[in-house]
């Protein structure tokens, strides 16, 4: 007999991990392997959650009985739909994004629900429709570089990133405890530098986030917290990462392998089998790893250059 994982109670559907004091990482009962792992980060006022996820089962109601009983706020690194589309949970709320999301929220706000775009991962890891209310009807605050969330005791910086993943990034520094919340822009399993959604990103502009990070704020890194495929890692990831960037833009070609999870076509995958086929096969995306880091890039795309900057 299936495990009825709706009835479990909820501290079963969900478990939590300390990554530094006051600072939980959250994981769903039986995720997609591609889901985000939401951060509940605690002040002496407030709650910040972070990037609320895409799962139905009650986030909400977990981190409120069982993670802290401070009033939350919410933080979405950016638009994309695995790290936002939770946040109809969260419409009493104060819900932080960059001004760039909240432009392409509203203009999907427009669009009629379909597979792919419109889903969530359900308790079983498969995606489900989404219904147009569930979408939210929220207006958030919009922040940038420079600007600060005081939770109380407790404030995070934004700090200068100009997106790669996505072009309304935001990385967060978290100043008590030194932890850098990066969204997808910097992360171990793999960081997307295609130029899907943002055409400017290249591995040159990579590099020139990832030095401005160490030169202005390498000293206060104590740890970097990404949504997927591990968390915390070591601030030496930085330097790996800009010698991986080094190697790239002298020549050195990676593999023709983005063959992760988040390209299998399978029953939690939004994408349609002629897209996924298209991105495997596509001769110009290629994986270089270096170091324990894994950056999946087109070589069309490394100079800035190249796209008319």
């Known amino acids: 007999m299936a495990l009825d994982i709706n009835a479990l109670p909820i501290n079963k559907k969900f478990n939590r991990r300390l990554v530094a004091p006051d600072t939980w990482i959250i994981n769903p009962f039986a995720p997609n392997i591609a889901t985000p792992r939401p951060y509940v980060v605690i002040g002496d006022e407030y709650a ?34 695995d790290h936002t589309n939770d946040n109809y949970m969260f419409e009493d709320c104060e819900i932080f994004m960059s001004a760039y999301a909240w432009e392409e929220i509203q203009a999907r706000r427009k669009k009629e629900p379909k597979d792919g775009m419109w889903s969530q991962t359900d308790a079983e890891g498969k995606r489900v429709l989404m219904t147009k209310e569930q979408y939210g009807t929220y207006t958030p605050t919009i922040v940038g570089p420079g600007d600060k969330i005081d939770l109380g005791n407790r404030v995070l910086e934004f700090l200068p990133y100009e997106g ?6 935001l990385i967060a520094l978290d100043h008590k405890t030194g932890t850098l919340f990066t969204g997808d822009e910097i992360e171990c399993g793999q960081m997307l530098v295609m130029g899907r959604g943002n055409s400017t990103a290249t591995i040159e502009l990579l590099k020139e986030n990832l030095v401005r990070l160490k030169e202005g704020w390498g000293d206060q890194i104590k740890q970097i917290c990404p949504p997927h495929n591990g968390s915390p890692i070591h601030p030496l990831f930085l330097d790996y990462l800009i010698e991986n960037c080094d190697r790239i833009m002298s020549g050195i070609d990676g593999e023709m392998d983005v063959g992760s999870m988040s390209y299998i076509h399978n029953p939690s995958e939004g994408r349609d089998p002629e897209q996924t086929r298209k991105i495997l096969e596509d001769p110009d995306i290629l994986r270089s790893e270096w170091k324990g880091t894994s950056i999946v890039y087109n070589k069309q795309k490394i100079f800035k250059k190249q796209v008319g900057l």
């Open 164 to 169: 790669i993943h996505s072009a309304g990034s």
């Open 48 to 81: 910040l959650l972070i990037d609320p996820t895409y799962t139905t089962l009650p986030i909400r109601e977990y981190v409120e009985k069982c993670v802290t009983d401070k009033p939350l706020k919410v933080l979405c690194s950016h638009s994309h739909l």
